[in-house]
């Protein structure tokens, strides 16, 4: 074994043992955000009501679909539900071993397998209670079979590719909107390389348009349309997103330095890119390679990686301007592994141009570090966070009343992610509180908009003391969590 392959193939065991260690800090008991426990709330109904949500969300149903399935067999349980959404991770693993090695060679696979489970907050959120883990699996094998299809256009590569097409678009409609994009390469590929292939697409097309039109349909009836979540993103957010993406967890630790950072982890990948490009050209203009189309295969990889991320990227900005607001930069999560499978590549491409190999393979390895770091850093604060809850109302029982002091569309979910059977109240102006007072224990769960941070409290606890009450706070809670209140109060004569 030459060293190359030595270099990767202790790569990818490190990132295991790395794993095995950043999943024993991160799964633990606590909510990231009100998502996850509309998460648990959704599936805690029926497979009917399940899909009739979904059909008027802004979200597909096959996730909640295949997590209520899970659920069902094992205890409904917080960890167990972070489990079901770190096994896409580990399928990824497993598959590239056994795929991506044969196809390539060990450094570009135990590269992209660092890069799985440090780079772009990718564990982050394959560790949340949703449906982004899922959907970046489904959309991975749809651009392996992508790949394979350019490879070799076979009848069963053409099947399989229409499925996990159709599972990616069923999980998440930016997984869609990323299998636009493949069937677009796909297309051009065909016309300019295996047109007697024209029909395959064609039919494949089709058969995916067909499966999919009835959850166009509820799309374009859905709350989506009405919802005013998503503000107009400027082309400005291009470089918001870059940082966003590839530096570590700032949206827990707020550290806008951290998304420079990201940015220039991005330029030094994109530097590399047009090195390697220019090489290429002057192979071509010696005659190596006269057509694109007839590059080695992982060069077509690469660029179709590369360009399946930023197509998606520019169609999310340009559709929210245009037509309607519907982007978020973690909607991204979903094609980014396309992106560091074709970096992987890369990289182990320029292994024998040293200067530019050796640089940014140790930038690579520094940035996984740090990002490991910040991620058990973040998990600590999330555990923290759960703690302090739970210490604040350790003395809550089911006769106790909560007052709930927060957005009516969260009461029903937050009762049920925290396994709370007491009676709540939906406070509002007119809400009276003397009558239930005389009777039993009055917790309050100050759960109120984080724009506005204490006017709802404040408004609450003027009520109180004209009607003879005051509020002793039992704890605060770290409310970079929305999932949770910012504090808790009992309400005392």
């Known amino acids: 074994m030459n060293f190359k392959n030595i270099i990767g193939v202790f790569l990818a065991y490190f990132s295991i043992f790395l794993l095995i260690i950043l999943l024993r800090f991160g799964i633990n008991q606590a909510f990231f955000s009100q998502d996850e426990q509309y998460t648990f709330y959704l599936v805690s109904l ?47 693993i497993c598959f590239s071993f056994m795929k991506i090695r044969k196809d390539s060679d060990w450094l570009t696979t135990g590269i992209f397998i660092f890069s799985l489970v440090t780079m772009s907050k990718i564990l982050y959120y394959s560790l949340q209670v949703r449906m982004y883990s899922w959907a970046m699996f489904f959309v991975f094998l749809s651009f ?138 002057k192979k071509r203009m010696k005659g190596n390679c006269p057509n694109f189309l007839d590059s080695p295969i992982n060069d077509m990889i690469v660029i179709y990686g590369f360009g399946c991320f930023i197509g998606v990227l520019f169609f999310g900005l340009i559709f929210s301007f245009l037509v309607k607001p519907m982007f978020d930069a973690r909607y991204l999560f979903v094609v980014l592994v396309c992106f560091w499978l074709s970096f992987s590549i890369l990289l182990s491409k320029s292994y024998k141009y040293k200067m530019i190999f050796v640089p940014i393979f140790i930038i690579v390895l520094f940035s996984g570090v ?22 604040a109302i350790g003395n809550l029982t089911r006769n106790d009343t909560v007052v709930y002091l927060g957005p009516s569309f969260m009461v029903d979910k937050f009762k049920f992610s925290f396994h709370l059977e007491n009676d709540f109240i939906l406070y509002s102006n007119d809400t009276s509180i003397s009558s239930v007072k005389e009777n039993v224990q009055v917790y309050v769960f100050d759960c109120g908009d984080l724009k506005n941070t204490n006017l709802i409290i404040d408004d609450f606890n003027r009520s109180m003391i004209e009607n003879g009450f005051k509020l002793n706070k039992l704890g605060s809670i770290n409310r970079c969590y929305p999932a949770y209140p910012r504090c808790v109060y009992e309400l005392i004569d």
Not at 53 to 63: G, R, S
Not at 214 to 231: A, D, H, N, Q, R
Not at 370 to 391: A, G, H, I, P, R
Request: proline share 3%.
């Open 144 to 281: 392996y079979y992508f790949y394979k299809i350019i490879k070799k256009s076979t009848k069963k590569n053409w099947i399989i590719f229409t499925i996990f097409s159709l599972l990616s678009a069923y999980t998440h409609y930016y997984g869609a909107i990323a299998i636009c994009f493949l069937f677009l390469f796909l297309l051009v590929h065909v016309v300019f390389k295996n047109r007697k292939f024209f029909k395959n697409w064609v039919l494949s097309s089709i058969v995916t348009l067909l499966i999919y039109c009835p959850w166009i349909y509820f799309f374009s009836m859905s709350k989506y349309l009405t919802s005013s979540e998503w503000g107009v993103p400027s082309f400005e957010n291009v470089l918001d997103v870059v940082g966003f993406i590839f530096s570590p967890i700032t949206d827990v630790f707020n550290h806008r330095n951290l998304d420079i950072y990201g940015i220039g982890l991005f330029i030094v990948i994109m530097v590399l890119f047009l090195f390697l490009s220019y090489q290429d050209v």
């Open 370 to 391: 740090v990002n490991s770091v910040y991620f058990v850093d973040c998990k600590n604060y999330e555990e923290m966070t759960d703690l302090q809850f739970k210490n």
């Open 46 to 92: 029926s497979f009917k009501d399940i899909i009739y949500i979904t059909a008027t969300d802004v979200h597909p149903p096959l996730y909640y679909c295949l997590l209520k399935l899970f659920l069902m067999v094992f205890p409904f349980d917080v960890i167990l539900a972070k489990l079901f959404s770190v096994i896409p991770l580990i399928l990824l």
